[in-house]
């Protein structure tokens, strides 16, 4: 049955997202959650990710939210900075969680200089004050490149499995936000009709949004 209710695509970083990682349990409890194969984990190809997601998002059927960790943020800058205006007709919002400074982290390099544009849809960049990937300053920079809002949470690191975050309630809040359609957020004062939220027993039939062969 068709619903309006967004399908909302999980990319995690470098290595992808284990077991203990926030992004694989909202996919195990959350009917409304599938995971985008990037491929290339170790050694991450910026052309491929920017691919997969294309043809993840392009495939949904439906409005998707970004929930991004790590490099998969910038996998997600890059793409709406290159698909502009068409990202924004199908992308409902987008949660960036952790964004790695590259002059902190040498193997980036790939993805370096970190797009500045804009993001054309509703955002939210979510920060660690203790994150080794990144400085708070240098967070809270690049969420005002993307205009997006900016959420610094306690002392968690890199906000991933080793964080023991577990289902993370305060990220499936501001999930919900984006869900929701941009009330509350500061850049972003309007409200869209509210979808109407599936039946939490259906599973989707995928739980791995894979790239057409």
Known sequence: MATDWPLCLTIPGIDNSGRGHWQTIWERDRPDCARVDLGCWDAPIRNVWLSRIDQAVSGAGRPVVLVAHGLGCHAVAWWAALLGKSAARRVRGALLVAPPDPSRN???ADFA????AMLPFP????AGRDDPAASPGWSRE???EWVSDFVETGEAGHLNARSRMGQWAEGQR???LLIDG???LSRYPYRRERPVRPVR???PSLRV?????
């Open 174 to 176: 501001l999930l919900d």
């Open 201 to 203: 027993t259906v599973r």
């Open 142 to 144: 690049i969420a005002g």
């Open 209 to 213: 949004v894979a790239p057409s062969r």
């Open 113 to 116: 200089p970190v797009p500045t």
């Open 123 to 126: 955002s939210i960049v979510v």
């Open 106 to 108: 040498p193997g980036l």
């Open 182 to 184: 941009g009330p509350g």
